[in-house]
C-alpha cells in the first residue's frame, strides 16, 4: 500500500488526504425527549424543584459517587455558590488554573474575592500542583482545580497542599462529567464538584449546571443558595425556616425539562465516553508511532476514564515546535481536518472577554509560563463529538495529523 503520508501536502499543490471530513452532530436529540417535554409542559410542573430534578439531582450525583445534587441554572453560578457555600466573599483569595474558561476565575470576582492564576503542568495542561504551595497567602480561601479539556490535575497532590492550609478543594469539572480520578467520580474528590450541562459539553441540555457534594451541611448551604433560601424539599411558599445569616441567597433554579433532557441523556453517556477514551487511545498511539514533533495532552497520573470534552494536542517537539501554529492548523485544514482549531483558551487574563482590572486579580509570582506558551502557541483542539465518529474517520485523522508532522521541513521553508 502506499504510504499517503509522505506525499506532498495538500498546501502545496498535493492530494487533500481527507477531503469532506465533518464533525458528527452535536447534541444528539432522542425521540423518546421530545415527547417526555410535551407532557411535562402540559402538566404544568414546569419548575419549583419538581420530580424530575429531583430524580435527575439525585442520580447525577450517584453516577459521580456523591451524596447529593444541586441543580441549577448553569455551570458558572455553580462555581460561583460553591465557593459561597464555603465561606468564600470579600478579601479571600481562591487560587485557580491560567488554563481555563474565564468563568472558573469569574466566580471568585462575583463574590468580591481574588481569583489568584498559577500555571498548568506542560502534559496534562491542568494546575500544576507543585506551583500550588507558593501562590497560597493568608488569604486563600480556597483552590479550583480544573478537569480541563481530556486531562485531570493531580487531585491527590493538590488535596494533601489544600489540606495542610485548610483551603477547600472545589472541582471544576465542567470538563469532566463520567470521569474518574483513582476510580471514583470526578467531582467526589473536593468538598463541592461543580459541572455545566451546556449545549456543547458531554452531557447536554442547553443550559443548567449541578453542584455535587457528600456533606449534608454543604448540600444545605447550596440548595438555600439557588432557591433564593428555601430549606431543602421546601414547597414553593412554604418556608418554615430561612438560610443562615449573612448567606446571600439567589434564585439560580435550573427547571423540569432540563432535567428531563439530562435524565434521557445520562444512561448514554457510559457508553458515550467509552468510544471518545477508546478513540483517544487510538490516535494517542498514531500520534505517538508515526507522528514526530506531536504529543496528545495527558490524561493524567490516576484518570480512566476521561470525559474527553476535546482532543488537544501539542506541538512543541522537533522537527515541529520552529513551524508556526497557524501554519500547522493551515497544512491540516488543507488536507480536509476543518473541524481543528488552533489554542486552547490561553491564558484566562489575556482572554478577550477579560475586562477585569489588574487589582482585581493576581498572577502567582513564579508566572504562568507553560499557559502562555505552550498553552498559547501550540496547542490545537478539536471538540468531543470528533472522538464518537466512526473508525474511518479517525483513521483518516490520524493520517492528517502524520502527515503533516512527516512534512515539518516543507512547512518551515
Ligand atoms: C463551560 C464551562 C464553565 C461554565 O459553564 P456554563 O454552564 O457555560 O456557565 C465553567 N468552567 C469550565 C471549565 C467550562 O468549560
Redesign the pocket.
Known amino acids: 500500500m502506499p504510504n499517503p503520508s509522505a506525499d506532498k501536502l495538500a498546501l502545496f499543490g498535493g492530494t487533500a488526504i481527507a477531503e469532506g471530513l465533518t464533525a458528527p452532530r452535536w447534541p444528539v436529540p432522542l425521540e423518546g425527549t421530545a415527547k417526555r417535554l410535551a407532557e411535562i409542559y402540559m402538566s404544568g410542573q414546569w419548575s419549583f424543584y419538581g420530580s424530575v430534578e429531583q430524580a435527575f439531582s439525585q442520580e447525577f450525583a450517584q453516577f459521580q459517587d456523591a451524596k447529593h445534587g444541586i441543580f441549577m441554572v ?4 455553580t ?1 460561583e455558590t460553591a465557593l459561597a457555600a464555603c465561606g468564600v466573599g470579600a478579601g479571600d483569595e481562591v487560587i485557580v488554573p491560567a488554563n ?2 474565564i ?2 476565575a469569574m466566580a471568585a470576582l462575583y463574590l468580591g474575592a481574588t481569583p489568584v492564576f498559577v500555571d498548568v503542568e506542560p502534559t496534562t495542561l491542568c494546575l500544576d500542583p507543585a506551583k500550588l504551595e507558593a501562590a497560597i497567602t493568608d488569604k486563600t480561601r480556597a483552590v479550583i482545580p ?1 478537569h ?1 479539556f481530556g486531562g485531570m490535575p493531580d487531585l491527590e497532590a493538590i488535596m494533601k497542599t489544600a489540606a495542610k492550609h485548610d483551603l477547600a478543594v472545589i472541582e ?1 469539572c ?2 469532566g462529567h463520567g470521569g474518574k480520578w483513582a476510580g471514583k467520580g470526578t467531582g467526589s474528590h473536593g468538598i463541592i464538584g ?1 459541572f ?3 449545549q ?2 458531554t452531557l447536554p441540555a442547553g ?3 449541578i453542584c455535587i457534594t457528600s456533606s449534608d451541611e454543604m448540600s444545605e448551604r447550596l440548595f438555600r443558595l439557588k432557591h433564593i433560601g428555601y430549606a431543602p424539599g421546601t414547597a414553593q411558599g412554604m418556608a418554615t425556616s430561612g438560610p443562615p445569616e449573612g448567606l446571600l441567597c439567589h434564585n439560580y433554579r435550573g427547571n423540569e425539562f432540563q432535567a428531563a433532557i439530562l435524565q434521557d441523556q445520562l444512561p448514554l453517556l457510559g457508553e458515550r465516553i467509552a468510544r471518545y477514551n477508546a478513540n483517544a487511545a487510538k490516535l494517542e498511539k498514531r500520534v505517538r508511532e508515526e507522528a514526530p514533533g506531536v504529543r496528545v495532552q495527558s490524561r493524567g497520573r490516576l484518570a480512566g476514564p476521561q470525559s474527553y ?1 476535546c482532543f488537544a494536542m501539542v506541538f512543541d517537539g522537533e522537527p515541529l515546535a520552529d513551524v508556526p501554529l497557524d501554519r500547522i492548523i493551515e497544512a491540516a485544514k488543507a488536507e480536509g481536518l476543518s473541524f481543528i482549531s488552533p489554542r486552547g483558551y490561553g491564558p484566562v487574563y489575556k482572554h478577550t472577554l477579560w475586562n477585569v482590572p489588574p487589582k482585581q486579580y493576581r498572577i502567582a509570582k513564579e508566572g504562568c509560563q507553560v499557559v502562555e506558551t505552550i498553552g498559547t502557541e501550540r496547542l490545537a483542539i478539536f471538540g468531543h463529538s470528533v472522538l464518537g465518529a466512526d473508525d474511518e474517520t479517525i483513521e483518516a485523522i490520524g493520517d492528517v495529523i502524520v502527515k503533516v508532522a512527516r512534512n515539518a521541513e516543507a512547512l518551515k521553508a
Open positions: 448553569n455551570g458558572t453560578v462555581l481555563t474558561w468563568a472558573t480544573v480541563l471544576d465542567a470538563h461543580s455545566s450541562f451546556q456543547s459539553k443550559e443548567s449546571g470534552y
